[in-house]
């Protein structure tokens, strides 16, 4: 049975994702929480059914916190971590050199995550354990790999436009599978929202969308 759905706070590129997913799942979306069986605030710490907010914020007394960290957002602003990719490729298409972070990043699509929200969110199923659930993607990222990615696509769409394409440049293939090993310290425990899925019917968290796609999507968006 659809399900009707109140989601309130910052309005964003993750926003308008979710409000779509969710109408497309079937929802019928309500301007008033009272009116709604479901109510979803992002990035505030009001009492609600679903609160999606970033790593480390402080409690909102919501029965299912999600905590969102590198999202990749096209169209999108600067929350979730969004604005550092946006940077990276903003001084690439610029022919600058993005400032060096050491820090490794487990980057997702905002389409892979909106699914997870959607799923748990209207499930029919089993009711979760209220608490505390991550959400990131699986593979481990350094940033210059993901730079080098930029880079490579972004001068093979100017090829492309300008008709200046050669052999060497049409050799240099962009390679997503550089990712790190998933497994290591710093990622997220994501084994609750994967059993979290799990038990809302879904197949576990598995984000789909490549990373080399994702890139192509900020660079279009940031033309």
């Not at 309500?30 to 059914?49: H, S, Y």
């Not at 050799?171 to 990712?179: I, L």
């Not at 425990?189 to 968290?205: Q, R």
């Amino acid at each position: 049975m659809p399900k009707s759905v109140h989601v309130s706070g910052s309005s964003d590129g993750l926003r308008e994702a979710l409000e779509e997913r969710l109408e497309r799942a079937g929802a019928e979306l309500v301007a008033e929480p009272e009116k709604a069986e479901i109510t979803i605030q992002i990035d505030t710490q009001e009492r609600c059914d679903f609160a999606i907010v970033p790593p480390g914020s402080r409690s909102s007394g919501s029965g299912i916190v999600i905590e969102l960290s590198d999202v990749i957002i096209p169209n999108g602003g600067r929350k979730w971590g969004n604005g550092v990719m946006a940077d990276w490729i903003r001084k690439i298409m610029n022919g600058e050199k993005p400032d060096p972070e050491a820090k490794i990043r487990f980057w997702v699509n905002v389409r892979d995550v909106v699914d997870a929200i959607s799923t748990i969110c209207l499930s029919e199923g089993e009711k979760l354990p209220i608490g505390n659930y991550s959400i990131c993607g699986r593979r481990a990222w350094e940033m210059s790999d993901v730079t080098d990615e930029i880079r490579i696509l972004w001068e093979r769409y100017n090829h492309s436009i300008n008709h200046s394409h050669t052999i060497e440049s049409l050799s240099e293939v962009p390679s997503p599978v550089r990712g790190l090993h998933s497994e290591i310290e710093e990622r997220p425990d994501l084994s609750k929202i994967h059993d979290a899925l799990v038990m809302s019917g879904g197949e576990g968290w598995h984000p789909l969308v490549p990373m080399r796609v994702s890139l192509m999507e900020m660079i279009a968006s940031a033309k």
